[in-house]
Every structure is written in C-alpha cells, then in structure tokens.
C-alpha cells in the first residue's frame, strides 16, 4: 500500500490507522515523504513503526513520488499495488474487495471503488469518470449524489480518479508507471491511456470504500494551483493520446471560457475569482508550450505560487 505525502503530518494521524486496520491477511504499508518539511520523517517513525518511509528532497510532485514508491514495492515482488492519497480514512473491507476484484476478470489492470466525501460520509465523490466529447476524460459519476446503492454493482470503467487504486504488477511492468513528465493532475488519465492501448482494463467495485478530504494537500478544488495544472495536463493528455481535432476542440473551448471568466472577474473587482482564472489561463499558455518543447513539467512557475499563496 503506497500513500503519497507531501506536508501532511496532520492528515497521516487518520489515514494511517485506518491503513492499518485492514482485513487483508497480508500487506506492506509505505509512505513516501515526497520533500516534507513539517516533521512527517519523524512522526512517522516514531508513531508507525511498522510503516516504511520512502524518503524524496525536494518534492518531485505526484508522479515521481509515486513512481518511487511502485520501483519499492516492485523490488518486494508485490503482485498489487495499492495507490492511495494521504487525505483519507480507508474501509477496512476495501483492500479485500479490490483484489478479489481484480483476480475475478481477466486483464485487469486498475480497480477502483467508491469515494465518500470526508464531511459528508453518505454522499459520493466519484464511482469512475464520464466520457466527454470536449474534456474526454469528464465528470466524476456520482459526484454529489447520496448513496442509495445506485452504483452497487461492479463494473468497468471508461477512466477513474486514482483517490485509491488497485493496480496489477503484470500491468506495471508491461506499461510501466506514471508519466514522471506530470507533476499534478491528469498523470492517472495518462496512464490509464497508455494501459487501454495495451488491452488492460479498468474496474469499479462497490465494496471498497474511502473518505477523501477534496485537494487538501493542493489548496483545495478551484484553487490556482489545481487549475493550472489542470488546464495544462489535459492539453498534454490529449495531444499525447487524443489526436489533433481532440486538441483544438479543448483549446478553443477552454481558452474562451477563460477569457470570459477574467474579464468578468476583473470587470467586478474581484480578486479571489481573478487568481484561479488567471491561473488556468496561464496553464493553458504552458499547455501550449508542452506542444512546442515537448518537456516536462517539474513544478508550478513562480507567478502560479504567488497567485496560490494569495488566497
């Protein structure tokens, strides 16, 4: 089981306990400290003996971080990986349900299952994701909704979020991890991507379940750095995958929602609505530059960071 964990001492003292109180009769816990400079090293040794501690200085983004933490578990010749954010509380069913899952259907490579919203534990955060004709990979399925058993049937999937994910090894090694070229966002799209094209598949099970605190680790949902990195990633995904009509349809549509939502913002004086649009404007721009330069991204730029410290 591999939790990411950037600054997130105080969202460890959860996630953790609930980690280890798993039904699965074998496992292995790490946490890869991606750069923290709030004590996690520390406290996670001293209250979680039992965890291992994958230690990266300075912080590699999401990617990387994960990346070294499957290359670790990959060399304990683990057969699955459990994919997990560090702002959750895991049922203790759920790593049971995810691998019997995935040892039921053939060619799987990813299971996901249901994601709560932390403050509101009965209502569903995501089941998997929509189709667009626009974004491609699109909105949450059950975003919103109270869980009436709707969704309570095990199913594949078009994409899924990776709040949690069961990955298979045979997958990993075939198609390999994630793109180290994304630091946030969209790196599960990617790589879901070049695993379809490989004929592995993605599941959803209804008997896995996880509370998730939306973006705590980022400034949470709308905040500049989630929409730069948003707008950015998702040209790259689709220029990567999607082909050319793909990526002048979202470049069109995108750059003119954005245009039109900072001039409203600036036409009302209003700041706190200027900084994420400013923000996803300019991930559009860096979008824009990935198809020129065809480089990775190795963090935010220094105007992003001012316009996300401003909030």
């Known amino acids: 089981m591999l939790v990411l964990s950037y600054n997130g001492k105080h969202l460890l003292r959860d996630c953790l306990p609930s980690v280890l109180s798993m039904a699965y009769p074998e496992f292995e816990v790490v946490v890869i400290d991606n750069g923290s400079s709030d004590g996690t090293k520390e406290y996670v040794n001293e209250e979680f003996p039992t965890v291992h501690l994958v230690e990266i200085s300075p912080n590699q983004g999401y990617s990387r971080g994960f990346n070294a933490g499957l290359e670790y578990a990959a060399g304990r010749c683990a057969q699955y990986f459990l994919i997990m954010n560090n702002d959750t509380v895991i049922d203790r069913e759920a790593l049971s349900a995810l691998v019997e899952t995935a040892t039921e259907r053939d060619h799987v490579g990813f299971v996901t299952g249901k994601v709560y919203f932390m403050d509101h534990p009965e209502t569903l955060q995501t089941v998997g994701k929509c189709e667009d004709p626009v974004l491609w990979n699109g909105k949450d399925m059950g975003w919103g909704e109270r869980d009436n058993g709707q969704y309570d049937v095990a199913s594949e999937r078009v994409f899924a979020d990776d709040v949690f994910a069961l990955v298979s090894r045979e997958m990993y090694d075939q198609v390999g991890g994630y793109d180290p070229g994304f630091f946030l966002h969209c790196e599960e799209w990617d790589w879901q991507l070049r695993a379809r094209k490989k004929g592995w598949k993605i599941y959803f099970t209804p008997n896995a379940r996880i509370w998730h605190r939306l973006s705590a680790t980022t400034g949470g949902l709308g905040s500049p750095l989630n929409e730069y990195f948003l707008a950015r990633n998702r040209l790259v995904v689709l220029a990567k995958h999607g082909g050319m009509k793909r990526v002048i349809r979202y ?42 330069r065809r480089r990775p991204s190795f963090g935010p730029p220094r105007l992003v960071k001012r316009l996300n410290r401003a909030g």
Do not use: C, H, N, Y
């Open 251 to 292: 470049s069109l549509w995108a750059g003119s929602e954005s245009l039109t939502k900072m001039a409203r913002a600036i036409a009302q004086f209003d700041w706190s609505k200027l900084r994420p649009r400013l923000a996803r404007f300019l991930g559009l721009l860096a979008g824009g530059w990935w198809l020129v």
